[in-house]
């Protein structure tokens, strides 16, 4: 078994985003310093976050280098393939995929959906066995939601119903069928990865059907070569366990045993529905007779984290529906005993939060009242005192909160704009402003200085009242070709001005000076004198040639200017 944990992150390609901790519904991710990693005493491997991630940093483990040693080692490897197979290779004939599974060298491909029949032959009985009345019942077909109850509503362990996963139930048939053969499942599922490590020596690994088309493309298997009658799945073709990967087929699997007294069958998909659902438990604690099939995947394992977008839902079940319509459902006989399931709780690492800590980040990100806590959900928790709990915990940094890391830029943005000796505005395309200096309002004139002291900033104003340079802004957002070093004459000042992008085609910025303000005109000495220096020496000397001087002449000479009107070590 591979020692990374079934979910993780490749943390040299992590952006830093947290979309992966707003996905996650137990928030089972810590970011340091802005690298994303899985906590996996917390994770229930529903995959979301996989899912979610956009530059791929969150990886399934992958365990194809572990299958095919297994297949190299001579012994008898039989393939056990979800019932979702028939939505993620529709339209592809049961002869010619167990054909393409056996050319990887497997001795056998089994329907997963005969383990399902296992439980629906077993959950049958264990209704009509109870009085009805005992207490509701929660299906354990699902990994992610036992493990979601065992973590995180442990009170509720007790509904859990003691059988095994279809999988488990399956590979136990196959291994009592087919003694010293090893398992390996395929599926859409990565919770499966993680539950075959929890009952040990039961199905000996578990691989994606991305893995499985994968091995496919990687040997050049295709489909259509095989032979019906011949290429049979083992040791029987499924019958309604193939409707379990879709919400509601585990009802529809049990009540074809039989009829079901006494009990209010329901289904509930995706893990907010089934959230809500364990929570009413909790507190309503209902005494009705309830069956609850529960899957983590909304619309059930057709939707699985590692399956297939393909067409869509319908399309999907349609699939489904397709392959089972004409078959016969007959009294399934339970073959297998041994299908109990584990239904104790598990122990997540919790810590004492005390409010006074949590008051002290929620300070230390901007949130002195009730009212500086947006609960914006931008650093990918429910609300800021969740997000304040985790800093607490070592599980989040201040840096996440986004609004005050954009205040705090923006103030500092602020500050500088405010401190500098030149004239700033910045632009829209309505060619308003967003924001300027004060400088820039003083370089305008009077009237603008007016405008400034009674609204900072000047935002909404029109730019051409202000200061007749509307065009230039205009030119910049339609070609994002900058201007530098414009120079205009404004009410018998001469003003200096660059305007470029910020936002291409949406805001520019200019930059104003006056050049004809004595301070800048001995900046400006200063500066053209250093950039003639500096120029290059055959400069120099043209300039010495053009004076009848030498070269070092005409240097001491500009050396000079420059000393005259300011220190040596001012920088031009
Ligand atoms: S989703 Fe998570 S793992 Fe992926 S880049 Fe964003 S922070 Fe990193
Ligand atoms: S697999 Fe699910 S529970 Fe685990 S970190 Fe990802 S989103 Fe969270
Ligand atoms: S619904 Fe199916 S695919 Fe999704 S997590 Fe549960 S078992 Fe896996």
Not at 83 to 96: G, M, W, Y
Not at 284 to 312: H, M, R, T, W, Y
Not at 352 to 372: C, F, M, P, Q
Request: proline residues 5%.
């Amino acid at each position: 078994m591979n020692a990374l944990s079934p979910v993780y992150t490749e943390k040299a390609q992590c952006q830093d985003c947290y979309r992966c901790l707003r996905n996650c519904p137990v928030k089972a991710i810590k970011i340091e310093q802005g690298v994303a990693s899985v906590l996996e005493e917390l994770c229930i491997h529903c995959g979301k976050c996989v899912a979610a991630c956009p530059s791929g940093a969150k990886k399934v483990r992958d365990d194809i280098a572990s299958v095919e040693k297994l297949l190299a080692s001579g012994k008898d490897v039989i393939a056990s393939i979800a019932p979702a197979f028939r939505s993620e290779f529709d339209r592809v004939t049961d002869h010619d995929f167990v054909y393409a599974v056996k050319q990887l060298g497997f001795s056998g491909v089994s329907e997963t959906a005969l383990g399902a029949e296992e439980v629906s032959g077993h959950v049958y009985r264990m209704l009509n066995n109870s009085t009805g009345a005992d207490h509701p019942m929660i299906s354990t077909a699902c990994p992610v939601v036992v493990n979601y109850i065992r973590k995180y509503f442990p009170s509720l362990t007790g509904m859990l119903t003691p059988v095994l996963s279809p999988m488990l139930s399956h590979a136990t048939m196959l291994k009592e069928l087919y003694p010293d053969t090893a398992v390996v499942f395929f599926g859409p599922c990565i919770a499966k990865k993680d539950e075959i490590a929890q009952f040990p020596n039961i199905c000996d690994s578990v691989l994606t059907f991305q893995n499985l088309r994968m091995m496919f493309e990687q040997k050049g298997i295709t489909f259509g070569k095989g032979k019906a009658g011949t290429d049979v799945f083992i040791p029987r073709k499924a019958k309604e366990g193939t409707v379990y990967p879709v919400d509601g087929g585990m009802i529809a699997g049990i009540r074809g045993n039989g009829r079901i007294i006494d009990r209010h069958m329901m289904h509930f998909s995706g893990i907010p529905e089934i959230e809500s659902v364990l929570k009413s438990l909790s507190t309503l604690k209902p005494e009705e007779p309830l069956f609850l099939e529960l899957l983590a995947c909304s619309g059930g394992c057709i939707n699985g984290p590692v399956a297939q977008k393909g067409d869509g839902i319908l399309a999907k079940r349609i699939s489904i529906v397709r392959n089972t319509s004409d078959l016969k459902w007959e009294n399934p006989k339970v073959t297998v005993e041994n299908v109990e399931g584990i239904t104790e709780p598990l122990d997540i690492p919790t810590k004492e939060v005390s409010i006074d800590a949590i008051i002290k980040v929620l300070r230390a990100t901007g949130k002195y009242t009730v009212s500086d806590e947006l609960n914006c959900g931008g650093c990918g928790y429910l609300n800021c005192r969740d997000f304040a709990k985790a800093v607490v915990e070592g599980r989040a940094e201040p840096a996440m909160c986004v609004t005050y890391m954009r205040k705090l830029a923006s103030k500092k943005a602020n500050k500088l704009i405010s401190a500098m000796p030149l004239g700033i505005v910045l632009v829209d395309t309505s060619m308003r402003i967003i924001e300027c200096n004060e400088r820039f309002a003083i370089l305008a004139g009077d009237d603008a200085r007016m405008i400034y002291e009674q609204r900072p900033g000047m935002v909404g104003a029109v730019l051409d009242k202000v200061l007749p340079v509307g065009s230039f802004f205009r030119h910049v957002l339609e070609t994002e070709e900058d201007i530098s070093g414009r120079e205009i004459n404004i009410n018998n000042r001469l003003l200096r001005c660059t305007i470029f992008t910020i936002e291409p085609g949406l805001i520019a910025g200019g930059i104003f000076s006056d050049i004809t303000d004595p301070e800048m005109q001995r900046e400006e000495i200063i500066k053209r004198a250093r950039s003639v220096i500096r120029k290059n020496l055959s400069t120099v000397q043209k300039i010495a040639y053009l004076l009848g001087e030498n070269a070092s002449e005409t240097e001491m000479v500009l050396s000079g200017i420059i000393e005259c009107f300011g220190p040596q070590d001012q920088e031009g």
